[in-house]
């Protein structure tokens, strides 16, 4: 969620604020970038998909975000034949550029514990470690109300 909110920020905003005075206004366009995002990444995964050595990560979120912004300017490829090519322009830069494999975590993540324990003393609270108990009720159609 977080690459997320960073690609929105930083690759589609360019770091610019929303430019609507209204809450309509600014509730479209924070659609508007939402579903243009989620545009951008179906596209990357359906070009990846094509490749079975191309993982979805190594598809560049702003290459995507670029070709797509020259098809707009452009009005190039707007109009769609009877069959519909699920890689596209798109697809086609994205596989031309993928990004190099990610390397493989060596260290698991852990919680990183606070500098100070003293204002846990002070609250006189326990750090101990405790066991979680989860419990699922799955209830099935006869048995609901």
Same mark, same amino acid.
């Given at each position: 969620?977080?690459?997320?909110?960073?690609?929105?920020?930083?690759?589609? #905003?360019?770091?610019?604020?929303?430019?609507?005075?209204?809450? *309509? $206004? !600014?509730?479209?366009?924070?659609?508007?970038? &939402? =579903?243009?995002?989620?545009?951008?990444?179906?596209?990357?995964?359906?070009?990846?998909?094509?490749?079975?050595?191309?993982?979805?990560?190594?598809?560049?979120?702003?290459?995507? #975000?670029?070709?797509?912004?020259?098809?707009?300017?452009?009005? *190039? $490829? !707007?109009?769609?034949?009877?069959?519909?090519? &699920? =890689?596209?322009?798109?697809?086609?830069?994205?596989?031309?550029?993928?990004?190099?494999?990610?390397?493989?975590?060596?260290?698991?993540?852990?919680?990183?514990?606070?500098?100070?324990?003293?204002?846990?003393?002070?609250?006189?609270?326990?750090?101990?470690?405790?066991?979680?108990?989860?419990?699922?009720?799955?209830?099935?159609?006869?048995?609901?109300?």
């Amino acid at each position: 969620m977080e690459s997320a909110y960073f690609a929105i920020k930083k690759s589609m #905003l360019g770091r610019r604020v929303l430019r609507s005075k209204t809450w *309509a $206004g !600014i509730a479209q366009e924070v659609y508007a970038l &939402l =579903v243009a995002y989620q545009v951008l990444r179906i596209a990357i995964a359906d070009a990846t998909a094509t490749t079975p050595e191309a993982d979805p990560d190594r598809g560049s979120f702003s290459v995507a #975000l670029r070709c797509a912004h020259d098809q707009m300017i452009q009005a *190039a $490829g !707007i109009t769609a034949d009877t069959a519909i090519e &699920l =890689v596209g322009t798109i697809g086609r830069a994205i596989l031309d550029q993928l990004m190099p494999s990610r390397r493989l975590r060596v260290s698991p993540r852990a919680v990183k514990r606070p500098l100070s324990r003293y204002a846990y003393k002070s609250l006189k609270v326990d750090r101990p470690t405790y066991t979680a108990t989860l419990s699922i009720n799955i209830l099935s159609p006869a048995n609901s109300p």
